[in-house]
């Protein structure tokens, strides 16, 4: 079942984000640090709060979150430059390591698409880090494709 992740599902998701993280400082240990997490509980209470920051989350019959997507809706831009649209950013999809393989990832993204749709958003967008093969061939299964690449010179 997916629905809002809730404040009761802060120590799951505080166990997925140190997942996250540790995928992340296998690939780039020069920027993140194995055991971290993007947010601290105080963080995820607010995110969790916020109605322009939805979090859904996949749980199992036992209600508890096996999986969760962070986003952030966009609002459009007084930016002349470009067209004025309503985007939904995932900040953030894991899926618990001891759950994998059964779609959570899938549906999970389903659930955000749709929810994006009626929100009124234009596209989803996301970042995916380069030392995250699995993760691309995830997006790309889904339907994503590249939008712009972010390029970098390490000094």
Excluded at 107 to 135: D, H, Q
Excluded at 141 to 149: E, R, S
Aim: glycine share 6%.
């Amino acid at each position: 079942m997916i629905r809002r992740a809730q404040e009761k599902d802060t120590p799951q998701i505080m166990s997925l984000l140190r997942q996250v993280c540790k995928v992340h400082a296998d690939g780039r240990p020069d920027l993140f640090v194995d055991g971290g997490t993007k947010y601290s509980e105080d963080e995820l209470r607010a995110i969790l709060a916020d109605d322009s920051t939805p979090v859904f989350g996949w749980c199992d019959k036992e209600d508890v979150l096996r999986g969760y997507a962070f986003c952030v809706i966009k609002e459009p831009t007084s930016d002349t430059a470009t067209t004025n649209i309503r985007s939904l950013y995932i900040d953030d999809i894991c899926v618990d390591e001891n759950a994998r393989g059964r779609h959570i990832g899938k549906e999970l993204y389903e659930a955000v698409r749709t929810f994006a749709k009626n929100a009124g958003c234009y596209n989803i967008t996301l970042n995916v880090w380069e030392k995250n093969p699995t993760a691309r061939a995830f997006y790309e299964a889904m339907g994503m494709t590249v939008q712009k690449t972010c390029m970098e010179c390490i000094l």
